[in-house]
């Protein structure tokens, strides 16, 4: 992914953890792209809940991609199913 | 003749409550679930049993029974279904007080467990293959799940409610139904207590890849899906990391009425589902329990009425 388009969807994923009761707590300096969801202390179901809230707050009715899943482990890999499910929506 | 799949009924604890009624609700659910708004979770009320179990058992089988017009003394078979908690709570002699109140004098009991809530799909597949003896005709399976403890029903991403569900598979009665395979998995990881969605993807697409092969259909076939009553934006995504589609799965109205009983879940989303838009002949149900370590489910195709 060209750094602009990092920085895009980096920006897009901190400004949304940043509304999330779970993940508020996060900053920037710690949400980089090469972090894990372990390392930022992002439990499983947290991430579930994540991608579901995200969704339905700007992408009603997409549906989970099975693909998706495996991921959903570290930042590089939802920003990219973020990514997704705006282009999902378009 | 393949044999037919019908007359599902239902016994609920009687007392309905809602999770207020649960003395220190709010910290039990914080300690199974941090992090987790119980408002998401999909659940209004619950219900106990204020009877033995025994009773309710009856009145679940008399409502099937009543409803194929079969006499208990031509059943064959009852296969009982209970998850593993639930099995240590059954006296030794469960069986044989249902068997002698009901009049069920020629049903060979059988009981299967250890499988949490996707029991009651391997008791399916086990009451299925009792045909292979061409002398049965009429096979129970009755599925059980009750918990005493009010701070054990708070689980994590679950709230256990009281249930009996119950079906008839049937050489001669006829049925909406018919059981064209099934499919059971264990996840390491879970049983462990270390799954993951990850784990929970791998499970599910494991025993859902088999039970459709052997079923010789493809998902795009299934009409409906019948999912364990859990958390609801879990169940969701579970199911939808799995492959199936949210808007196939059917089990929001009855989550909020019962919440989780335990291996029940898939036959009252069934029967709910039955009871409001009724099952049609040639299409597929696809009947799915989850819990940790283990997936199941089993394929199911309408049947012409008889």
Redo the contacts between chains.
Sequence with gaps: MPAVETQTSLKKLVDFLSTQ??TAHLTEEQVTADATREELGI???????L??NYIQANAPGV??D?A???R??DVAGIMSVLDEIDQSAS | MTPAIGSFACAFGDLEREPKDIPGFDELWRAQSPDTDFASMGAGTFRTMTRPVGEYVADCVKRVLDDAGVPASEVDRIVFATSDATLARLGRDFAVEVMLGLGLTSAVPAVLSFLQCCSSLEALRYGRQAFDDEDVRHVLVVALDFTPDDAQRVRQFALFSDAVAGCLISRTAGGPLRLLSTAAAVDPEGLAGHDSFVSRQRVARTALAKALAKGGAGLDRVAKVFPTNLYEPLTAFNAMAAGLPRPLLHFTGPMRAYAHCGNCDWIINLADHADGQGLRPGELYLATASAPGFFACGLLEGTPAS
């Design positions: 009761p779970e439990g499983s179901l947290a991430v579930i809940l991608v579901n549906m989970i099975p998706w899943v495996p959903l482990n």
